[in-house]
């Protein structure tokens, strides 16, 4: 199994499991928001990665990089403050923690993330959140 999906599986089961989480979004997406969505949500993404290797190229572990936001729309980020925290409590500094497929050695966040996108020159939407790091074993 791939390290990404053991990943990505975590990231999906703590932030849709979370009642308070859940309480103030429409939904948890990996990589896409579906076109009939409610904003706001929360969408998480890979960025980029890389292997530690032992002697005789075993693979240790894998450092994945994920940008997880918090995206709404309208022209103030204060909405998303609230979910960007939760999803920070919820992820930050978690660690040794059995998935199927492997094991989240660690969860640490690494910078902020805060951009705007216009879309048709009218429509904003904003994301708050931030870019952070999983050490993931694979079974």
């Known amino acids: 199994m791939s390290e990404t999906l053991v990943a990505e599986r975590w990231l999906t089961d703590v932030l849709s499991n979370d009642a308070t989480l859940s309480a103030l979004i429409h939904g948890v997406y990996g990589y ?54 939760r999803v920070d409590v919820l992820l930050h500094g978690r660690n040794n923690l059995l998935v199927e497929g492997g094991n989240i050695v660690e969860c640490i966040r690494q910078r902020p993330v805060s951009s705007v996108e216009i879309v048709e020159g009218i429509t904003q939407f904003r994301h708050l959140g931030g870019i952070y790091q999983l050490i993931v074993q694979e079974d």
Request: net charge negative.
């Open 32 to 85: 896409v928001i579906p076109g009939d969505i409610d904003l706001p949500c929360v969408v998480f993404k890979f960025f980029e990665g890389n292997d530690e290797n032992g002697v005789g190229a075993v693979r240790l572990y894998s450092a994945l990089l994920y940008a997880v936001e918090a995206i709404g729309d309208g022209e103030s980020f204060v909405a998303l403050e609230t979910i960007a925290n």
